[in-house]
């Protein structure tokens, strides 16, 4: 989320822009599993941003070793799942971003490629979230990123994609009465004119890089698309 204008930003997910305050906002490059991030849901008859962890750590958990391996959750059995299944019933949120990365290559030489819609503007993603208890009266938010098959653009990258919703669609998603044949229909790939690849500097492939050069565009980057 690489936002540097916080009103903008909270025009854009319709919340007052003092909940991104609250949040510590600041822009971001290269956001990593388990790290702190925030999310939006539906609060009332309107929209609340709230802190939370990628990485899904459930209710019943004794500790937050699942959260690596929750920081995605498959489309196709969210209401099957144990671990996704209240969450998809009553606990369903957007996770906002400007992009997300993919990567091609061998391993010993990754080249990252960054998804973002064409006009620069945020995708809402579609999300659960969960809170549990690290110690005694103390709570903890997460959130796991839904996924789906992939579309024209990403399925050079790879065989799955987040689920990216327009407006409408992310307050349906959002909302507790939406039926749940409904809520399924909205979790299909965008079409592929939503996103387009942009290969940037592999710099991105540390987590330690969190500045605006990791997005400078690769020139000498495969060109797939």
């Known amino acids: 989320m690489t936002y540097a204008d916080a009103t903008l930003l909270a025009d854009e997910l319709g919340v007052p822009v003092e909940e991104l305050d609250h949040a510590e906002f600041r822009p ?15 609060k009332d008859e309107g929209r609340e941003l709230v802190a939370a962890r990628w990485g899904l750590v459930n209710s019943w958990a004794k500790d937050a070793s699942m959260a690596a ?22 606990r ?4 906002p ?4 990365y993919e990567w091609t290559g061998p391993k010993t030489d990754r080249q990252p490629f960054w998804f973002h819609r064409p006009d620069g503007g945020v995708l809402l993603m579609a999300g659960l979230y969960e809170s ?31 689920v990216v919703l327009d407006e409408d669609a992310a307050s349906r998603w959002m909302f507790a009465t939406t039926p749940s044949e409904q ?13 387009i690849a942009t290969a940037v500097s592999k710099r991105v492939n540390s987590v330690a890089n969190d500045d605006a050069g990791v997005l400078t ?4 980057a495969p060109r797939l698309l």
């Open 217 to 220: 565009p690769d020139p000498v």
């Open 28 to 42: 971001r490059y290269n956001i990593a599993p388990t790290d702190p991030y925030y999310i939006v849901r539906i």
């Open 97 to 100: 971003a400007d992009g997300f």
């Open 132 to 162: 549990w208890q690290p110690k005694p009266g103390e709570w903890q938010r997460t959130f796991t990123v839904v996924t789906t098959v992939a579309n024209e653009t990403m399925a050079p990258f790879h065989d799955r994609m987040p």
């Open 69 to 90: 391996r929750q920081i995605n959750a498959r489309a196709e059995t969210l209401a099957a799942r144990p671990a996704f299944r209240e969450a998809f019933q009553k």
């Open 183 to 195: 809520l399924h229909r909205l979790l299909a790939p965008p079409p592929a004119r939503a996103l």
């Open 92 to 95: 369903r949120c957007i996770v």
